[in-house]
């Protein structure tokens, strides 16, 4: 008993020598295998911040381009300046948006450059998921607040936002960062790059961390966006063929407000009681709920577009006066980045536009959508029909704005390739780093 005191009292007089772990150097955090995975899994929590795929790229797009579907009623200056695109160029919003996106990619950029650790086992998989957010993240980054979208052409001198691929510090204000803004066609090919280089090198399955199906949707994405069709029907008809053990869940409504990925869910962010953001609820669901007070409101115009008897109109409920969108009505539910229905009509809309039956014809991806929410097939399906079920059957996931862009479309009553429509290069930002030029429109 008595050695066991001395010992104790020994011990306790010794020093814990711990690190500050804000001043680690880079060296020492990809210094081991463990510790890069470690940065990687972090990184996921980064690209679901709130300001990013946490919510606020889905619900700010959809506000953007809402024309006429959406009303603003929160007592928020800055969601408000997107929806009636008055932005100013201190909004909070759009600076927190840039700020975390890139935060992803400095994340990204050192993974990277760490791989030598990583050993053969894993080192495809942490170079394709590196890869894959780093995608991510320059994608919304060049919808946002690049000058033009890409179909608007003169890519080549149009400008993008700055392109970093080399690691560094994590600090934006590093003069290192201090770069003009890249031309929108180098930003794409930098992402259609790495969204290709993660097919080759992530599995099929993954858990909720990305797979090669979760790539191929998103070059499909990519190449739908700039009117390149016969690519985006082969990316998402890739997608499907490797989208193993996935299918469409047979209720719509099931589809959405979960704890857990579904059958359908391709990608998705985790949110959970302990950790995750899921802005979508915070501003589409109402206070019953324990949201806020119903900030966004469903019009009637949106209403009206669906059939008779259409289930997918059946997710929507009614509060406070106003129609709410039902796929966020629940609050610690995971937040849905990429379904399988994007896939299947994506690669409808190329076949229909080309002619063509890749992987399926029109009409069969058609049903599959339509089946489920009680609709009868369409035999020959038109574009526009095809278009209208994608419009739909996406809804207020966040991809309304940029279809509107990229099929140039008026929204609000604005040109398709309005500047306000398009974000402005954050004061904060410009601030920093003198060589940011800003977007036509704003001061």
Not at 71 to 92: A, C, H, Y
Not at 231 to 237: I, V
Not at 248 to 265: G, H, M, V
């Amino acid at each position: 008993m008595m050695a066991a005191v001395t010992l104790l009292a020994v011990g306790c007089e010794k020093k814990l020598d711990l690190a500050n772990p804000q001043a680690l150097d880079s060296a020492t955090v990809f210094s081991t295998e463990d510790r890069v995975r470690r940065v990687l899994i972090g990184n996921y929590a980064s690209l679901g911040a709130g300001s990013l795929f946490g919510g606020d790229v889905h619900w700010m797009s959809e506000l953007m381009g809402s024309d006429g579907e959406l009303n603003w009623v929160g007592t928020f200056p800055d969601p408000r300046q997107i929806w009636g695109k008055t932005i100013q160029t201190n909004n909070s919003n759009v600076l927190a948006t840039y700020s975390a996106a890139y935060r992803v990619i400095f994340n990204c950029n050192n993974i990277l450059a760490s791989l030598e650790v990583v050993s053969t086992a894993n080192k495809n998989r942490v170079q394709g998921e590196a890869l894959f957010l780093r995608a991510m993240a320059y994608f919304e980054l060049i919808k946002f607040y690049g000058e033009k979208p890409y179909v608007a052409g003169n890519t080549g001198t149009l400008k993008g936002v700055p392109l970093i691929t080399a690691p560094g510090p994590s600090a934006p204000q590093s003069t290192e960062y201090k770069l003009p803004r890249a031309s929108v066609e180098e930003v794409y090919v930098q992402i259609i790059k790495d969204f290709s280089d993660a097919e080759s090198l992530l599995p099929n399955t993954n858990s909720v961390y990305a797979n090669k199906s979760a790539a191929l949707l998103g070059l499909a994405r990519v190449y739908l966006q700039q009117a390149k069709y016969p690519e985006a029907r082969d990316a998402a008809n890739r997608c499907l063929n490797a989208a193993t053990g996935r299918s469409l869940r047979p209720n719509y409504a099931d589809a959405f407000n979960n704890t857990a990925n579904t059958t359908e869910d391709i990608f998705a962010m985790q949110v959970t009681v302990q950790v995750g953001t899921n802005s979508n609820f915070t501003y589409y669901s109402t206070g019953t709920f324990g949201a806020r007070d119903g900030d966004i409101e469903v019009q009637q115009k949106h209403m009206n577009k669906y059939e008779t008897g259409d289930r997918r109109k059946n997710l929507f409920f009614f509060e406070a006066d106003a129609f709410r969108v039902g796929k966020w009505q629940l609050n610690f539910c995971n937040v849905k980045v990429m379904r399988l229905a994007e896939a299947y009509l994506t690669r409808a809309e190329c076949n229909v536009r080309l002619g063509t039956a890749i992987g399926a014809t029109v009409a069969a991806d058609i049903k599959r959508i339509r089946d489920r929410v009680a609709l009868p097939e369409i035999a020959s399906p038109t574009l526009a029909q095809v278009l209208k079920e994608r419009e739909l059957e996406l809804a207020f996931e966040g991809q309304g704005v940029w279809d509107a862009k990229r099929m140039k479309q008026s929204v609000d009553g604005l040109p398709w390739d309005d500047n306000r429509i398009t974000f402005p290069i954050p004061l904060r930002e410009r601030n920093i780093n003198p060589s940011l030029t800003q977007n036509p429109g704003y001061n």
